[in-house]
């Protein structure tokens, strides 16, 4: 998830993109997943649809790298440890979402469904307030 309009006036100030991908609630997650139940992650299934719509349905076989370069590079700058959550980025199809809307996720290995989340966006309270300048 990201605030782009966070995103967008950090961007204009010169600062760090990141502002707009941290806020509490913007990272979902399914349970975890045993690797032995994805013998190649480059063949597995990702898709999105928001209120039953289809956004998002590519294969992990498009990933510009492969999980070892990624992870050899992530390693050079920053230890990794069990447990750690790699983001590297989505399918096409990002674009926005509304209170009131319905994400559903689902990670699939062939004809098995590993994975599924269902999420009703909604509008937190928290002390952040967002203002243009």
């Known amino acids: 998830m990201t605030a782009r309009n966070v995103q967008d006036e950090a961007k204009k100030k010169g600062l760090p993109?990141?502002?707009?991908?941290?806020?509490?609630?913007?990272?979902?997650?399914a349970g975890p997943i045993a690797k032995s139940a994805i013998?190649?992650?480059h063949k597995a299934h990702l898709s999105l649809t928001v209120n039953d719509q289809v956004?998002?349905?590519?294969?992990?076989?498009?990933?510009?790298?492969r999980i070892p370069r990624i992870l050899s590079d992530i390693s050079k700058v920053m230890r990794l440890e069990k447990g750690d959550i790699v983001l590297t980025g989505t399918p096409k199809g990002v674009g926005p979402v509304t209170t009131g809307d319905v994400m559903k996720a689902a990670l699939k290995v062939g004809d098995k469904e590993l994975a599924r989340l269902e999420v009703d966006v909604k509008d937190r309270d928290g002390l952040y307030e967002f203002k243009e300048t």
């Open 17 to 29: 993109w990141s502002i707009g991908k941290g806020f509490d609630t913007f990272l979902p997650l």
């Open 39 to 41: 013998p190649d992650p």
């Open 55 to 65: 956004k998002q349905a590519d294969d992990t076989d498009l990933m510009l790298f």
